[in-house]
């Protein structure tokens, strides 16, 4: 993971109890956001919490927004897990990004400066048909799940993403390994064009 992408300045974040030692630091993301607050967009997710930056792309939470957020969702973190979860998070938001570039690439987004994220959310208790049928196949579910918009040229093309947790190889430094099902959704015609185009060859 890159770190050296810029951090923004802290800002004052309500801490709750238990959480005193955690930063409110937070980095920016190397993902593009379409609209920004006030344009009449509705992204759906926390703006408190994954805002845009100066150079326009969303920013990451802190760890101590990371800890209030699973507070309130009823989990039950611990602040010294915060230091190694928060990276783990962006990385694999990062990788996220990554793969869904590779979907829209040579898809017409270069020519306004490649696509950009309009809108995520997570619903980690929502299987995914894909996700059902490899249950049944005998695999594990997936530990989270993802829809994000994506804003290619004015185009949203919606996509989902299945998080797996891979295999640990026992090895220093690799004891947490990551799986990402990354696709586009098959709910409109260019959705089922992408993904006929990959399973046959042809994009």
């Not at 805002?51 to 800890?67: A, D, K, L, R």
């Not at 309130?72 to 979860?85: A, G, H, L």
């Not at 295999?167 to 959704?185: H, I």
């Amino acid at each position: 993971m890159d770190q050296t992408r810029p951090k923004k300045p802290s800002l004052p974040i309500s801490k709750l109890p238990g959480s005193r030692s955690l930063a409110t630091d937070r980095e920016v993301s190397t993902i593009p956001r379409a609209g920004l607050p006030g344009e009449g967009g509705k992204p759906a997710n926390s703006e408190q919490e994954s805002g845009v930056s100066g150079t326009g792309n969303w920013i990451y939470p802190s760890e101590q927004m990371f800890f209030n957020a699973m507070k309130r969702k009823n989990y039950d973190p611990r602040t010294e897990d915060m230091r190694s979860i928060v990276p783990i998070h962006n990385a694999v938001n990062e990788r996220a990004w990554m793969e869904i570039k590779q979907w829209e690439r040579g898809r017409g987004a270069a020519k306004c400066g490649g696509p950009r994220l309009d809108s995520f959310s997570g619903t980690a208790g929502a299987l995914t048909p894909r996700a059902r049928w490899n249950m049944l196949l005998g695999y594990q579910a997936p530990f989270d799940r993802h829809d994000w918009v994506v804003d290619r040229c004015g185009t949203k093309v919606e996509y989902v993403i299945d998080f797996y947790s891979g295999k640990d190889e026992a090895k220093q430094g690799k004891s947490l390994n990551f799986y990402l099902d990354v696709r586009p959704k098959l709910n409109s015609w260019e959705g089922w064009k992408m993904r006929l185009g990959k399973t046959w060859g042809f994009s």
